[in-house]
T-cell receptor, first 106, second 115 residues
Framework: DIQMTQSPSSLSASVGDRVSITCRAS??????LGWYQQKSGKAPKRLIY???SLQSGVPSRFSGSGSGTEFTLTISSLQPEDFATYYC????????FGQGTKVEIK | EVQLVESGGGLVQPGGSLTLSCAAS????????MSWVRQAPGKGLEWIAR??????????DYAAPVKGRFTISRDDSKNTLFLHMNSLKTEDTALYYC????WGWGQGTLVTVSS
């Protein structure tokens, strides 16, 4: 089974800050990774697919990078509506989610 | 517009059974690989089952915690995905989502296993 290690588990940041979240895969998953945002009581929403492609309709302040075993989601300038929990998801072999990162207001 | 609408959740006693449904529309359901993902209260997302498209064999896969107890199936004639859950445990209490990597997620249906 592929394990995904996501860090940090939580972070506090201010509006306008640059924020990065990392996922590490236990084996090479090429670029078979997506990033999801989940707000309280809502279904997850995909932000990034294929590790670095921006989902249609998602603001350009979100970006993804990486391939192989290390991946990063970056929010270039945090906005009030970005406070949420973020998950990575590998789909190279079945699906495995990272543990999640809760982004809170500082 | 793509829609995935789950139903069938509810309160069930430990050891009981329940079947969830997911009605799909707005995309070619028969070509999609479909999954069930659950989220226990206050916890993260957990993938539990997948069924491939019939064209790709229609095979199924399960996560270890549900293997042997849950069965995923699909009815392409009705654009519907199912999750048959047996021998339910209290730790199966969660919001259950149907999901497609390319077509999105439903809003979830809550399953509570409690005596």
């Amino acid at each position: 089974d592929i394990q995904m290690t996501q860090s940090p588990s939580s972070l506090s940041a201010s509006v306008g800050d640059r924020v990065s979240i990392t996922c590490r895969a236990s084996q090479d998953i090429r670029n078979d990774l997506g990033w999801y945002q989940q707000k309280s009581g809502k279904a997850p929403k995909r932000l990034i697919y294929a590790a670095s492609s921006l989902q249609s309709g998602v603001p350009s302040r979100f970006s993804g990078s990486g391939s192989g075993t290390e991946f990063t989601l970056t929010i270039s300038s945090l906005q009030p509506e970005d406070f949420a929990t973020y998950y990575c998801l590998q789909h190279n072999t079945l699906w495995t989610f990272g543990q999640g990162t809760k982004v809170e207001i500082k | 517009e793509v829609q995935l609408v789950e139903s069938g959740g509810g309160l069930v006693q430990p050891g009981g059974s329940l079947t969830l449904s997911c009605a799909a529309s707005g995309f070619t359901f028969s070509k999609a690989y479909m999954s069930w993902v659950r989220q226990a209260p206050g916890k993260g997302l957990e993938w539990i089952a997948r069924v491939k498209s019939r064209a790709d064999g229609g095979t199924t896969d399960y996560a270890a915690p549900v293997k042997g107890r849950f069965t995923i199936s699909r009815d392409d004639s009705k654009n519907t995905l199912f999750l048959h859950m047996n021998s339910l445990k209290t730790e199966d209490t969660a919001l259950y989502y149907c999901a497609s990597r390319n077509w999105g997620w439903g809003q979830g249906t809550l399953v509570t296993v409690s005596s």
